[in-house]
């Protein structure tokens, strides 16, 4: 079992900057896929960003692409999503998952644990 902590949310203004960290306990997430979704309130979950186990390949929403960037800390066991330019749209909870297969797909049924959510909040 893995046990997925986040931490890093906040408030900060639009056209700022964030690091979300995922601390990984119980197991190495060596063999994991990690990724990053986000539910803003009163909509569904969605799918942000993901890495796949080697580190190799990463997908990134459209809507963060260029500006958010997954890291993935083996020593550390701790997966990063560093967010820039942010904008009020990005406000919502975050939350850190990892999936057995090792491959990201966008559908969070895919992913086996998740973590409680950090909360992004962007003002104008």
């Known amino acids: 079992q893995l046990q997925l902590v986040e931490s890093g949310g906040g408030l900060v203004q639009a056209g700022g900057s964030l690091r979300l960290s995922c601390a990984v306990s119980?197991?190495?997430?060596?063999?994991?896929?990690m990724a990053w979704f986000r539910q803003a309130p009163g909509k569904e979950r969605e799918f942000v960003v993901g890495?796949?186990?080697?580190?190799?390949?990463?997908d990134y929403a459209d809507s963060v692409k260029g500006r958010f960037t997954i890291s993935r800390d083996k020593d550390k066991n701790t997966v990063h999503l560093h967010m820039h330019s942010l904008q009020p749209e990005d406000t919502a909870v975050y939350y850190c998952?990892?999936?057995?297969?090792?491959?990201?797909?966008?559908?969070?049924?895919?992913?086996?644990?998740w973590g409680q959510g950090t909360q992004v909040t962007v003002s104008s």
């Open positions: 890495v796949n186990w080697s580190g190799t390949g990463t």
């Open positions: 119980g197991r190495s997430l060596e063999y994991y896929a």
């Open positions: 998952a990892a999936a057995r297969s090792g491959i990201v797909l966008r559908v969070d049924s895919a992913y086996n644990f």
